[in-house]
Protein backbone atom coordinates (compact mmCIF):
# COMPACT_ATOMS: atom_id res chain seq x y z
CA UNK A 1 0.00 0.00 0.00
CA UNK A 2 2.70 2.19 1.85
CA UNK A 3 4.74 3.98 -1.76
CA UNK A 4 8.73 4.51 -1.97
CA UNK A 5 11.35 5.24 -3.43
CA UNK A 6 14.45 3.11 -4.88
CA UNK A 7 17.72 4.47 -6.04
CA UNK A 8 20.35 2.43 -7.10
CA UNK A 9 23.66 3.99 -6.81
CA UNK A 10 25.25 1.60 -9.47
CA UNK A 11 22.83 2.17 -12.10
CA UNK A 12 22.81 6.29 -12.01
CA UNK A 13 25.10 8.11 -14.48
CA UNK A 14 24.90 11.78 -12.81
CA UNK A 15 22.72 13.31 -15.82
CA UNK A 16 20.82 15.11 -13.38
CA UNK A 17 17.73 15.01 -14.82
CA UNK A 18 15.86 14.41 -11.35
CA UNK A 19 16.96 17.63 -10.33
CA UNK A 20 15.37 19.28 -13.23
CA UNK A 21 11.95 17.59 -12.81
CA UNK A 22 12.26 18.14 -9.03
CA UNK A 23 12.51 22.07 -10.10
CA UNK A 24 10.00 22.02 -12.47
CA UNK A 25 7.69 20.66 -10.10
CA UNK A 26 8.05 22.69 -7.69
CA UNK A 27 8.33 25.72 -9.71
CA UNK A 28 11.69 26.51 -8.66
CA UNK A 29 14.57 28.35 -10.85
CA UNK A 30 17.22 25.56 -12.54
CA UNK A 31 20.28 26.47 -14.47
CA UNK A 32 23.49 25.60 -14.54
CA UNK A 33 24.50 27.47 -11.50
CA UNK A 34 21.90 25.89 -9.55
CA UNK A 35 22.80 22.00 -10.51
CA UNK A 36 26.64 22.72 -9.93
CA UNK A 37 25.27 22.88 -6.03
CA UNK A 38 26.21 19.44 -4.47
CA UNK A 39 23.93 20.10 -1.59
CA UNK A 40 20.45 19.94 -1.28
CA UNK A 41 18.87 23.34 0.07
CA UNK A 42 15.97 25.56 -0.06
CA UNK A 43 15.96 26.11 -3.73
CA UNK A 44 16.72 22.45 -4.84
CA UNK A 45 14.54 19.59 -3.16
CA UNK A 46 16.90 16.74 -4.40
CA UNK A 47 20.52 16.86 -5.66
CA UNK A 48 23.05 14.57 -7.34
CA UNK A 49 26.51 14.37 -5.63
CA UNK A 50 29.83 12.43 -7.00
CA UNK A 51 31.79 10.80 -4.81
CA UNK A 52 35.10 10.03 -6.97
CA UNK A 53 33.25 6.89 -9.42
CA UNK A 54 30.13 6.84 -7.44
CA UNK A 55 27.13 8.66 -7.46
CA UNK A 56 24.31 9.93 -4.85
CA UNK A 57 21.34 11.75 -4.60
CA UNK A 58 19.62 13.11 -1.87
CA UNK A 59 16.45 13.46 -0.91
CA UNK A 60 13.50 13.55 2.13
CA UNK A 61 13.52 10.32 3.21
CA UNK A 62 10.38 10.17 4.53
CA UNK A 63 10.48 8.01 7.17
CA UNK A 64 8.25 5.60 8.25
CA UNK A 65 8.65 7.14 11.47
CA UNK A 66 9.68 10.30 10.69
CA UNK A 67 11.22 13.11 13.38
CA UNK A 68 10.12 15.71 12.06
CA UNK A 69 6.82 15.36 11.72
CA UNK A 70 7.00 14.21 15.82
CA UNK A 71 8.97 17.34 16.65
CA UNK A 72 6.79 19.48 14.97
CA UNK A 73 4.71 21.92 17.39
CA UNK A 74 1.86 22.50 15.51
CA UNK A 75 1.71 19.59 13.43
CA UNK A 76 2.68 21.43 10.35
CA UNK A 77 4.60 18.29 9.12
CA UNK A 78 2.23 14.71 8.38
CA UNK A 79 3.33 10.89 7.72
CA UNK A 80 0.73 10.48 5.34
CA UNK A 81 -0.51 6.46 5.01
CA UNK A 82 0.54 6.59 1.19
CA UNK A 83 4.24 7.19 2.22
CA UNK A 84 5.10 10.76 1.57
CA UNK A 85 5.72 12.82 4.86
CA UNK A 86 3.66 16.24 3.73
CA UNK A 87 4.76 19.69 5.15
CA UNK A 88 1.48 22.70 5.40
CA UNK A 89 2.83 26.44 5.33
CA UNK A 90 0.29 27.42 6.79
CA UNK A 91 0.88 26.03 9.93
CA UNK A 92 4.64 26.43 10.30
CA UNK A 93 5.94 28.86 13.05
CA UNK A 94 9.31 28.18 11.97
CA UNK A 95 11.00 27.06 15.14
CA UNK A 96 13.29 24.75 13.11
CA UNK A 97 13.22 21.92 15.09
CA UNK A 98 12.24 19.61 12.29
CA UNK A 99 16.02 20.27 11.05
CA UNK A 100 17.46 20.11 14.26
CA UNK A 101 15.37 16.63 13.94
CA UNK A 102 16.38 15.24 11.38
CA UNK A 103 18.83 12.44 10.90
CA UNK A 104 19.65 13.40 7.55
CA UNK A 105 19.35 17.13 7.78
CA UNK A 106 17.01 17.15 4.77
CA UNK A 107 15.00 19.95 6.04
CA UNK A 108 16.09 23.42 4.44
CA UNK A 109 14.69 26.79 4.81
CA UNK A 110 14.31 29.99 3.23
CA UNK A 111 16.96 31.38 5.08
CA UNK A 112 17.04 35.32 3.19
CA UNK A 113 13.43 35.75 2.60
CA UNK A 114 11.14 37.80 5.43
CA UNK A 115 8.01 35.11 5.42
CA UNK A 116 10.09 32.19 5.21
CA UNK A 117 9.16 28.22 4.96
CA UNK A 118 10.63 25.14 5.22
CA UNK A 119 11.52 23.54 2.19
CA UNK A 120 11.61 19.45 1.58
CA UNK A 121 10.77 16.64 -1.11
CA UNK A 122 7.67 15.34 0.06
CA UNK A 123 7.72 12.68 -2.50
CA UNK A 124 5.35 14.40 -4.71
CA UNK A 125 2.57 13.92 -2.53
CA UNK A 126 -0.17 15.12 -4.72
CA UNK A 127 0.90 12.68 -8.03
CA UNK A 128 1.24 9.77 -5.98
CA UNK A 129 -2.71 10.40 -4.80
CA UNK A 130 -3.14 10.70 -8.34
CA UNK A 131 -2.09 7.35 -9.20
CA UNK A 132 0.98 8.97 -11.11
CA UNK A 133 4.84 8.32 -10.31
CA UNK A 134 7.12 11.04 -8.42
CA UNK A 135 8.77 13.59 -10.96
CA UNK A 136 12.10 12.42 -10.63
CA UNK A 137 11.14 8.23 -11.16
CA UNK A 138 9.20 9.28 -14.13
CA UNK A 139 12.49 11.38 -15.81
CA UNK A 140 15.09 8.87 -14.73
CA UNK A 141 16.71 7.62 -18.35
CA UNK A 142 17.86 4.72 -16.62
CA UNK A 143 16.40 3.61 -14.27
CA UNK A 144 18.46 4.68 -11.34
CA UNK A 145 15.26 6.06 -9.29
CA UNK A 146 11.93 4.18 -9.10
CA UNK A 147 9.21 4.66 -7.58
CA UNK A 148 6.41 2.19 -6.64
CA UNK A 149 5.15 -0.12 -3.58
CA UNK A 150 7.56 -0.24 -0.64
CA UNK A 151 7.25 -3.88 -0.13
CA UNK A 152 8.10 -4.62 -3.71
CA UNK A 153 10.70 -2.16 -3.82
CA UNK A 154 12.44 -3.75 -0.90
CA UNK A 155 11.93 -7.16 -2.50
CA UNK A 156 13.34 -6.06 -5.75
CA UNK A 157 16.21 -4.30 -4.24
CA UNK A 158 17.32 -7.44 -1.95
CA UNK A 159 16.89 -9.41 -5.27
CA UNK A 160 19.36 -6.90 -6.90
CA UNK A 161 22.03 -7.31 -4.18
CA UNK A 162 21.56 -11.13 -4.11
CA UNK A 163 21.55 -11.56 -7.79
CA UNK A 164 25.21 -9.22 -7.92
CA UNK A 165 26.95 -10.20 -4.98
CA UNK A 166 29.95 -8.43 -6.74
CA UNK A 167 28.35 -5.63 -8.00
CA UNK A 168 26.80 -4.60 -4.97
CA UNK A 169 27.68 -3.36 -1.61
CA UNK A 170 25.54 -6.49 0.84
CA UNK A 171 22.96 -3.95 2.12
CA UNK A 172 19.83 -2.10 1.49
CA UNK A 173 19.76 1.29 3.32
CA UNK A 174 16.70 2.13 4.25
CA UNK A 175 14.94 -0.73 5.15
CA UNK A 176 15.68 -0.86 9.04
CA UNK A 177 17.72 2.60 9.93
CA UNK A 178 15.71 4.53 12.58
CA UNK A 179 12.49 2.11 12.11
CA UNK A 180 12.61 2.44 7.69
CA UNK A 181 12.58 5.11 4.86
CA UNK A 182 10.70 5.49 2.36
CA UNK A 183 13.66 6.02 -0.09
CA UNK A 184 16.00 2.70 -0.54
CA UNK A 185 19.24 3.14 -1.22
CA UNK A 186 21.63 0.38 -3.46
CA UNK A 187 25.51 0.86 -3.76
CA UNK A 188 28.71 -0.48 -4.95
CA UNK A 189 30.34 0.85 -1.89
CA UNK A 190 29.58 0.95 1.76
CA UNK A 191 27.13 3.91 2.53
CA UNK A 192 29.31 5.76 4.61
CA UNK A 193 31.23 6.02 1.26
CA UNK A 194 28.41 7.72 -0.52
CA UNK A 195 27.65 10.22 2.64
CA UNK A 196 24.79 8.21 4.03
CA UNK A 197 24.90 8.18 7.52
CA UNK A 198 25.56 4.74 9.08
CA UNK A 199 25.01 5.65 12.86
CA UNK A 200 21.74 5.89 13.18
CA UNK A 201 20.59 2.86 14.67
CA UNK A 202 17.42 0.95 14.34
CA UNK A 203 14.88 2.73 16.79
CA UNK A 204 12.74 5.12 15.27
CA UNK A 205 13.47 8.57 16.59
CA UNK A 206 10.00 9.69 17.58
CA UNK A 207 10.06 7.05 20.64
CA UNK A 208 13.57 8.60 22.35
CA UNK A 209 11.07 12.10 22.88
CA UNK A 210 7.49 10.04 23.22
CA UNK A 211 9.44 7.96 26.03
CA UNK A 212 10.04 11.19 28.41
CA UNK A 213 7.13 13.16 27.31
CA UNK A 214 4.54 10.13 28.00
CA UNK A 215 5.53 10.60 31.91
CA UNK A 216 4.23 13.63 32.07
CA UNK A 217 0.42 13.51 33.36
CA UNK A 218 1.92 11.09 35.75
CA UNK A 219 4.23 13.79 36.81
CA UNK A 220 1.95 16.18 36.91
CA UNK A 221 -0.56 14.80 38.63
CA UNK A 222 2.04 13.13 41.57
CA UNK A 223 3.51 16.18 41.72
CA UNK A 224 0.14 17.61 42.81
CA UNK A 225 -0.37 15.27 45.06
CA UNK A 226 3.14 15.11 46.73
CA UNK A 227 3.31 19.38 46.66
CA UNK A 228 -0.28 19.92 48.15
CA UNK A 229 0.63 17.35 50.45
CA UNK A 230 3.77 18.47 52.04
CA UNK A 231 2.34 22.01 52.05
CA UNK A 232 -0.32 20.41 54.24
CA UNK A 233 2.55 18.60 56.36
CA UNK A 234 4.50 21.79 56.94
CA UNK A 235 1.34 24.15 56.87
CA UNK A 236 0.05 22.11 59.30
CA UNK A 237 3.32 22.29 61.58
CA UNK A 238 3.09 26.24 61.80
CA UNK A 239 -0.82 26.26 62.45
CA UNK A 240 -0.99 24.29 65.72
CA UNK A 241 2.50 25.86 66.73
CA UNK A 242 0.63 29.18 66.25
CA UNK A 243 -2.42 27.37 68.22
CA UNK A 244 -0.63 26.05 70.78
CA UNK A 245 1.34 29.72 71.09
CA UNK A 246 -1.77 31.28 71.59
CA UNK A 247 -3.00 28.91 74.10
CA UNK A 248 0.07 29.60 76.29
CA UNK A 249 -0.24 33.30 75.63
CA UNK A 250 -3.85 32.93 76.67
CA UNK A 251 -3.19 31.69 80.42
CA UNK B 1 10.35 69.70 39.53
CA UNK B 2 13.61 69.86 37.62
CA UNK B 3 14.35 66.80 34.97
CA UNK B 4 18.27 66.15 35.05
CA UNK B 5 20.20 64.84 32.46
CA UNK B 6 21.15 61.17 33.49
CA UNK B 7 25.09 61.41 34.60
CA UNK B 8 27.27 59.70 31.86
CA UNK B 9 28.96 56.97 33.63
CA UNK B 10 31.21 54.38 31.78
CA UNK B 11 28.16 51.75 32.50
CA UNK B 12 25.66 53.75 30.69
CA UNK B 13 28.05 54.19 28.11
CA UNK B 14 28.08 50.43 27.59
CA UNK B 15 24.63 50.04 28.10
CA UNK B 16 23.53 52.39 25.48
CA UNK B 17 26.04 51.38 23.01
CA UNK B 18 24.83 47.81 23.44
CA UNK B 19 21.41 48.93 22.89
CA UNK B 20 22.31 50.93 19.56
CA UNK B 21 23.96 47.43 18.62
CA UNK B 22 20.88 45.63 19.32
CA UNK B 23 18.88 48.44 17.61
CA UNK B 24 20.59 47.87 14.31
CA UNK B 25 20.55 43.89 14.76
CA UNK B 26 17.03 44.48 14.99
CA UNK B 27 16.47 46.16 11.95
CA UNK B 28 18.88 43.45 10.25
CA UNK B 29 16.86 40.85 11.42
CA UNK B 30 13.49 42.28 10.43
CA UNK B 31 15.03 43.30 6.72
CA UNK B 32 17.11 40.45 5.74
CA UNK B 33 15.36 37.33 7.71
CA UNK B 34 17.70 34.98 9.63
CA UNK B 35 19.94 34.70 6.81
CA UNK B 36 20.41 38.77 6.93
CA UNK B 37 21.38 38.57 10.57
CA UNK B 38 22.33 35.19 12.17
CA UNK B 39 24.93 32.42 11.06
CA UNK B 40 22.82 29.97 11.18
CA UNK B 41 22.40 27.33 8.00
CA UNK B 42 20.77 24.43 6.91
CA UNK B 43 23.05 21.94 8.76
CA UNK B 44 23.03 24.42 11.98
CA UNK B 45 19.51 25.62 12.42
CA UNK B 46 19.63 26.65 15.89
CA UNK B 47 22.46 28.81 17.55
CA UNK B 48 22.63 30.93 20.42
CA UNK B 49 19.53 32.78 19.82
CA UNK B 50 17.72 29.25 21.36
CA UNK B 51 20.83 28.23 23.70
CA UNK B 52 21.59 31.33 25.41
CA UNK B 53 18.33 33.26 25.29
CA UNK B 54 16.01 30.32 25.63
CA UNK B 55 18.17 28.02 27.26
CA UNK B 56 19.80 30.09 30.00
CA UNK B 57 16.74 32.46 30.28
CA UNK B 58 14.94 29.45 31.06
CA UNK B 59 17.68 27.89 33.55
CA UNK B 60 18.50 31.52 35.15
CA UNK B 61 14.69 32.33 36.30
CA UNK B 62 14.79 29.28 38.21
CA UNK B 63 15.14 30.70 41.58
CA UNK B 64 11.67 31.22 40.98
CA UNK B 65 10.56 28.07 41.74
CA UNK B 66 12.91 26.92 43.66
CA UNK B 67 12.36 29.33 46.04
CA UNK B 68 8.41 29.09 45.98
CA UNK B 69 8.99 25.60 46.43
CA UNK B 70 11.77 26.22 49.89
CA UNK B 71 9.42 29.27 51.16
CA UNK B 72 5.66 28.75 50.44
CA UNK B 73 5.57 24.71 49.82
CA UNK B 74 8.28 23.06 52.31
CA UNK B 75 7.47 26.60 54.65
CA UNK B 76 11.00 27.49 55.28
CA UNK B 77 10.23 30.94 55.90
CA UNK B 78 13.50 31.84 56.71
CA UNK B 79 14.03 32.80 52.90
CA UNK B 80 11.32 35.00 52.78
CA UNK B 81 13.15 38.07 51.92
CA UNK B 82 14.59 36.87 48.95
CA UNK B 83 11.41 34.96 47.55
CA UNK B 84 10.27 38.33 45.51
CA UNK B 85 13.53 39.48 43.97
CA UNK B 86 13.70 35.31 42.41
CA UNK B 87 9.90 35.93 41.49
CA UNK B 88 10.82 39.07 39.57
CA UNK B 89 14.14 37.71 37.72
CA UNK B 90 11.92 34.60 37.05
CA UNK B 91 9.34 37.08 35.38
CA UNK B 92 11.50 39.40 33.62
CA UNK B 93 13.70 35.78 32.45
CA UNK B 94 10.54 34.24 30.75
CA UNK B 95 9.49 37.27 29.37
CA UNK B 96 12.67 38.04 27.65
CA UNK B 97 12.88 34.56 26.68
CA UNK B 98 9.50 35.61 24.83
CA UNK B 99 11.74 38.44 23.56
CA UNK B 100 14.62 35.80 22.33
CA UNK B 101 11.59 34.03 20.71
CA UNK B 102 10.17 36.50 18.42
CA UNK B 103 13.63 36.73 17.13
CA UNK B 104 14.47 33.16 16.76
CA UNK B 105 11.34 32.22 15.03
CA UNK B 106 11.04 32.29 11.38
CA UNK B 107 7.43 33.46 11.69
CA UNK B 108 6.86 35.69 14.85
CA UNK B 109 3.83 36.31 13.74
CA UNK B 110 2.41 32.86 14.46
CA UNK B 111 4.13 32.48 18.31
CA UNK B 112 0.60 31.79 18.79
CA UNK B 113 -0.06 28.29 16.78
CA UNK B 114 1.11 25.70 19.66
CA UNK B 115 -1.95 26.67 21.89
CA UNK B 116 -4.40 26.49 18.66
CA UNK B 117 -2.61 23.46 16.63
CA UNK B 118 -1.84 20.49 18.90
CA UNK B 119 1.06 17.96 18.11
CA UNK B 120 1.15 16.71 22.04
CA UNK B 121 4.10 14.32 20.36
CA UNK B 122 6.56 17.35 20.12
CA UNK B 123 8.70 18.46 23.02
CA UNK B 124 8.53 21.62 21.70
CA UNK B 125 4.95 21.51 22.31
CA UNK B 126 5.35 20.82 25.64
CA UNK B 127 7.79 24.04 26.13
CA UNK B 128 5.41 26.29 24.11
CA UNK B 129 2.50 25.87 27.08
CA UNK B 130 5.07 25.64 29.41
CA UNK B 131 6.34 29.23 28.79
CA UNK B 132 2.72 29.99 28.13
CA UNK B 133 1.60 29.14 31.57
CA UNK B 134 4.08 29.92 33.77
CA UNK B 135 4.56 32.94 32.44
CA UNK B 136 1.06 33.38 33.32
CA UNK B 137 1.61 31.72 36.55
CA UNK B 138 4.42 34.05 37.41
CA UNK B 139 2.81 37.43 36.80
CA UNK B 140 0.03 36.47 38.81
CA UNK B 141 2.54 36.02 41.54
CA UNK B 142 3.73 38.86 40.89
CA UNK B 143 1.16 40.86 41.02
CA UNK B 144 0.56 41.50 44.48
CA UNK B 145 3.73 43.54 44.48
CA UNK B 146 2.11 45.61 42.25
CA UNK B 147 -1.15 45.80 44.34
CA UNK B 148 0.66 45.76 47.53
CA UNK B 149 2.83 49.65 46.02
CA UNK B 150 -0.99 51.27 44.97
CA UNK B 151 -2.76 49.91 47.73
CA UNK B 152 -5.56 48.11 46.26
CA UNK B 153 -6.53 45.90 48.97
CA UNK B 154 -9.37 43.84 47.71
CA UNK B 155 -7.46 42.59 44.48
CA UNK B 156 -4.64 41.47 46.72
CA UNK B 157 -6.66 39.21 49.41
CA UNK B 158 -8.36 37.72 45.94
CA UNK B 159 -5.14 36.93 44.73
CA UNK B 160 -3.73 35.72 48.32
CA UNK B 161 -6.61 33.33 48.30
CA UNK B 162 -6.14 31.67 45.50
CA UNK B 163 -1.80 31.53 45.98
CA UNK B 164 -1.68 28.27 46.79
CA UNK B 165 -2.72 26.49 44.12
CA UNK B 166 -1.23 28.97 41.73
CA UNK B 167 2.13 28.43 43.51
CA UNK B 168 1.60 24.35 43.03
CA UNK B 169 0.71 24.62 39.91
CA UNK B 170 3.74 27.27 39.07
CA UNK B 171 6.65 24.54 40.51
CA UNK B 172 4.65 21.63 38.50
CA UNK B 173 5.45 24.08 35.47
CA UNK B 174 9.15 25.00 35.95
CA UNK B 175 9.83 21.22 36.73
CA UNK B 176 8.39 20.00 33.14
CA UNK B 177 9.63 23.73 31.72
CA UNK B 178 13.35 22.88 32.67
CA UNK B 179 13.48 19.10 31.99
CA UNK B 180 11.99 19.43 28.60
CA UNK B 181 14.34 21.79 27.40
CA UNK B 182 16.69 18.50 28.21
CA UNK B 183 14.11 16.18 26.35
CA UNK B 184 14.36 18.42 23.50
CA UNK B 185 18.09 17.28 22.69
CA UNK B 186 17.25 13.28 23.28
CA UNK B 187 15.94 13.79 18.97
CA UNK B 188 19.42 14.23 17.92
CA UNK B 189 21.52 11.03 19.64
CA UNK B 190 23.85 10.64 16.26
CA UNK B 191 24.35 14.65 16.75
CA UNK B 192 25.28 15.73 20.28
CA UNK B 193 28.84 15.04 21.39
CA UNK B 194 28.64 11.87 23.68
CA UNK B 195 30.18 13.77 26.59
CA UNK B 196 26.51 15.49 26.40
CA UNK B 197 24.17 13.05 24.98
CA UNK B 198 22.33 10.80 27.26
CA UNK B 199 19.09 9.70 27.72
CA UNK B 200 18.98 11.15 31.21
CA UNK B 201 19.36 15.12 29.81
CA UNK B 202 15.75 16.43 31.25
CA UNK B 203 16.87 14.80 34.70
CA UNK B 204 20.62 16.86 34.56
CA UNK B 205 18.64 20.19 33.41
CA UNK B 206 15.91 19.84 35.86
CA UNK B 207 18.81 19.60 38.81
CA UNK B 208 21.11 22.02 37.34
CA UNK B 209 18.08 24.34 36.93
CA UNK B 210 17.54 23.73 40.99
CA UNK B 211 21.39 25.11 41.26
CA UNK B 212 21.40 27.57 38.94
CA UNK B 213 18.54 29.65 40.64
CA UNK B 214 20.04 29.64 43.80
CA UNK B 215 23.10 30.93 42.23
CA UNK B 216 21.31 33.55 40.71
CA UNK B 217 19.63 34.38 43.39
CA UNK B 218 22.93 34.90 45.77
CA UNK B 219 24.03 37.16 42.73
CA UNK B 220 21.05 39.28 42.76
CA UNK B 221 21.64 39.91 46.53
CA UNK B 222 24.62 40.64 46.30
CA UNK B 223 23.83 43.07 43.60
CA UNK B 224 21.24 44.65 44.90
CA UNK B 225 22.85 44.99 48.44
CA UNK B 226 25.39 47.09 46.86
CA UNK B 227 23.01 48.78 43.87
CA UNK B 228 20.48 49.83 46.96
CA UNK B 229 22.82 50.23 49.77
CA UNK B 230 21.09 47.37 51.96
CA UNK B 231 22.40 45.41 54.67
CA UNK B 232 23.25 41.98 52.92
CA UNK B 233 20.90 38.92 54.15
CA UNK B 234 24.24 37.29 55.09
CA UNK B 235 23.36 34.31 57.48
CA UNK B 236 20.53 33.56 55.16
CA UNK B 237 22.71 33.67 52.05
CA UNK B 238 25.13 31.44 53.55
CA UNK B 239 22.44 28.62 54.55
CA UNK B 240 22.02 29.21 50.82
CA UNK B 241 25.32 28.39 49.64
CA UNK B 242 24.91 24.85 51.87
CA UNK B 243 21.72 24.00 49.62
CA UNK B 244 23.51 25.07 46.55
CA UNK B 245 27.00 22.68 47.42
CA UNK B 246 24.72 20.03 47.73
CA UNK B 247 22.47 20.54 44.89
CA UNK B 248 26.02 20.66 42.99
CA UNK B 249 27.08 17.69 44.37
CA UNK B 250 24.03 15.91 43.29
CA UNK B 251 24.34 16.98 39.94
CA UNK B 252 27.77 16.21 39.79
CA UNK B 253 27.29 12.89 41.39
CA UNK B 254 24.41 11.95 38.57
CA UNK B 255 26.76 13.29 36.15
CA UNK B 256 29.58 11.20 37.26
CA UNK B 257 27.08 7.90 37.39
CA UNK B 258 25.85 8.83 33.99
CA UNK B 259 28.91 8.70 32.03
CA UNK B 260 30.68 5.69 33.92
CA UNK B 261 26.99 3.68 33.07
CA UNK B 262 28.16 4.98 29.45
CA UNK B 263 31.37 4.35 29.30
CA UNK B 264 32.61 7.38 27.53
CA UNK B 265 35.62 8.54 29.91
CA UNK B 266 37.53 7.48 27.29
CA UNK B 267 36.87 10.85 25.08
CA UNK B 268 38.39 12.56 27.44
CA UNK B 269 41.66 11.26 26.73
CA UNK B 270 41.20 12.64 23.22
CA UNK B 271 42.49 16.20 22.49
CA UNK B 272 39.03 17.66 20.86
CA UNK B 273 37.69 20.97 21.44
CA UNK B 274 34.83 19.10 22.65
CA UNK B 275 37.17 17.90 25.75
CA UNK B 276 37.97 21.39 26.99
CA UNK B 277 34.58 22.42 26.85
CA UNK B 278 33.43 19.61 28.92
CA UNK B 279 36.26 20.05 31.21
CA UNK B 280 35.61 24.12 31.59
CA UNK B 281 31.53 23.10 32.09
CA UNK B 282 32.19 20.56 35.13
CA UNK B 283 35.22 22.57 36.67
CA UNK B 284 33.42 25.51 37.07
CA UNK B 285 30.18 23.65 38.74
CA UNK B 286 32.82 21.19 41.07
CA UNK B 287 35.42 24.52 41.94
CA UNK B 288 32.07 26.18 43.86
CA UNK B 289 30.98 22.92 45.16
CA UNK B 290 33.77 22.03 47.25
CA UNK B 291 34.83 25.80 48.23
CA UNK B 292 31.16 26.41 49.35
CA UNK B 293 31.28 23.04 51.85
CA UNK B 294 33.70 25.28 53.29
CA UNK B 295 32.64 27.67 56.23
CA UNK B 296 35.39 30.18 55.83
CA UNK B 297 34.16 30.74 52.49
CA UNK B 298 30.53 30.94 52.81
CA UNK B 299 31.10 33.98 55.67
CA UNK B 300 32.73 36.14 53.11
CA UNK B 301 30.37 37.64 50.81
CA UNK B 302 32.71 38.32 48.22
CA UNK B 303 33.91 34.08 47.90
CA UNK B 304 30.08 33.14 48.15
CA UNK B 305 29.65 35.78 45.10
CA UNK B 306 32.39 34.36 43.55
CA UNK B 307 30.85 31.08 43.78
CA UNK B 308 27.80 31.66 42.76
CA UNK B 309 29.08 33.37 39.39
CA UNK B 310 30.99 30.16 38.50
CA UNK B 311 27.76 28.38 38.81
CA UNK B 312 26.39 30.52 36.76
CA UNK B 313 29.09 30.63 34.67
CA UNK B 314 29.13 26.58 34.49
CA UNK B 315 25.42 26.76 34.05
CA UNK B 316 25.78 28.52 31.14
CA UNK B 317 28.32 26.48 29.02
CA UNK B 318 26.59 23.67 29.74
CA UNK B 319 23.95 24.60 27.98
CA UNK B 320 25.80 26.31 25.17
CA UNK B 321 27.66 23.13 24.86
CA UNK B 322 24.47 21.35 24.29
CA UNK B 323 22.92 23.55 22.54
CA UNK B 324 25.96 24.99 19.89
CA UNK B 325 29.21 23.77 20.44
CA UNK B 326 27.86 19.94 21.42
CA UNK B 327 26.14 19.90 18.16
CA UNK B 328 29.25 20.82 15.16
CA UNK B 329 30.99 17.68 14.89
CA UNK B 330 28.15 15.77 14.47
CA UNK B 331 26.49 17.76 12.28
CA UNK B 332 28.92 18.56 9.98
CA UNK B 333 29.55 22.59 10.31
CA UNK B 334 30.51 24.47 12.16
CA UNK B 335 29.13 27.73 14.09
CA UNK B 336 30.44 30.96 15.36
CA UNK B 337 27.71 33.51 16.07
CA UNK B 338 27.45 36.59 13.73
CA UNK B 339 28.38 40.57 15.69
CA UNK B 340 24.44 40.83 14.95
CA UNK B 341 23.09 37.63 16.93
CA UNK B 342 25.58 38.32 19.58
CA UNK B 343 24.61 42.21 19.95
CA UNK B 344 21.09 41.26 20.00
CA UNK B 345 21.79 38.67 23.24
CA UNK B 346 23.53 41.13 25.17
CA UNK B 347 20.65 43.78 24.32
CA UNK B 348 18.29 41.07 26.10
CA UNK B 349 20.51 40.62 29.17
CA UNK B 350 20.59 44.62 29.57
CA UNK B 351 17.47 45.14 29.09
CA UNK B 352 16.61 42.46 31.67
CA UNK B 353 19.40 44.06 34.29
CA UNK B 354 18.09 47.93 33.84
CA UNK B 355 14.30 46.17 33.87
CA UNK B 356 15.32 44.37 37.58
CA UNK B 357 16.87 47.56 38.79
CA UNK B 358 14.01 49.81 38.05
CA UNK B 359 11.15 47.75 39.33
CA UNK B 360 13.06 46.91 42.44
CA UNK B 361 13.97 50.83 43.20
CA UNK B 362 10.53 51.30 42.69
CA UNK B 363 8.42 48.70 44.15
CA UNK B 364 8.39 46.71 47.46
CA UNK B 365 11.17 44.15 46.38
CA UNK B 366 13.08 43.94 48.70
CA UNK B 367 10.77 43.82 51.17
CA UNK B 368 11.64 43.17 54.80
CA UNK B 369 14.97 45.23 54.38
CA UNK B 370 14.10 47.23 52.56
CA UNK B 371 12.20 49.97 54.36
CA UNK B 372 14.59 50.93 57.73
CA UNK B 373 17.08 51.22 55.25
CA UNK B 374 15.45 52.90 52.82
CA UNK B 375 14.36 55.65 55.66
CA UNK B 376 17.56 55.89 56.95
CA UNK B 377 18.78 56.71 53.34
CA UNK B 378 16.28 59.44 52.83
CA UNK B 379 17.09 61.00 56.37
CA UNK B 380 21.10 60.92 55.02
CA UNK B 381 19.86 62.59 51.76
CA UNK B 382 17.51 65.28 53.54
CA UNK B 383 20.49 65.47 56.07
CA UNK B 384 22.67 66.03 53.63
CA UNK B 385 21.99 69.82 52.29
CA UNK B 386 21.87 70.91 56.00
CA UNK B 387 25.25 69.27 56.89
CA UNK B 388 26.30 71.03 53.17
CA UNK B 389 24.92 74.08 54.54
Known amino acids: MARAILYDSTLCIGCKACEGACAERWGLPYNETIAAEPQISAHKLTAVDTFGDHFSRRLCMNCVQPACASVCPVGALQKTALGPVTYDADKCMGCRYCMQACPFQVPTYEWNSRLPKMRKCNMCSERQIAGKLTACAEICPVGATINGDRDELMKEAQRRIAEKPTEYYQRVYGISEVGGTSVFYLSAVPFEKIGLRTNLGEDPMPEKTWRVLELVPDIVSTGVVLLGGIYWITNRRTEVARAEGAKKEGR | ?389
Open chain 2, 1 to 389: MIHKFPKITVWRVIFAAILASGAYATYLRIMYGLGGSTNLSDKFPWGIWIAFDVMCGVGLAAGGFTLVAMVHIFNIEKYHPVLRPAILTAFLGYSLVVVGLLYDLGRPDRLWHPLVMWNPHSVMFEVAWCVTLYSTVLFLEFLPVVFEKFGMHKPLAWIHRISVPLMILGVLLSTLHQSSLGTLFLIVPEKLYPLWYTPILPLLFFVSAIAVGLAMTIFESWHSSRAFGRALELPLLMSMGRVLAVVLSVYLWIRFLDMSHRHVFGLLAQNRIETWLFLLEIALMAVPAVLLYQARIRQRPGALYTCAVMVVFGFMANRLNIGTTGLEAGSGTHYIPRWSEVAITLSIVAVGFATFHTIARYFPIFEAEEHPSHGREMEETEADPVAAG
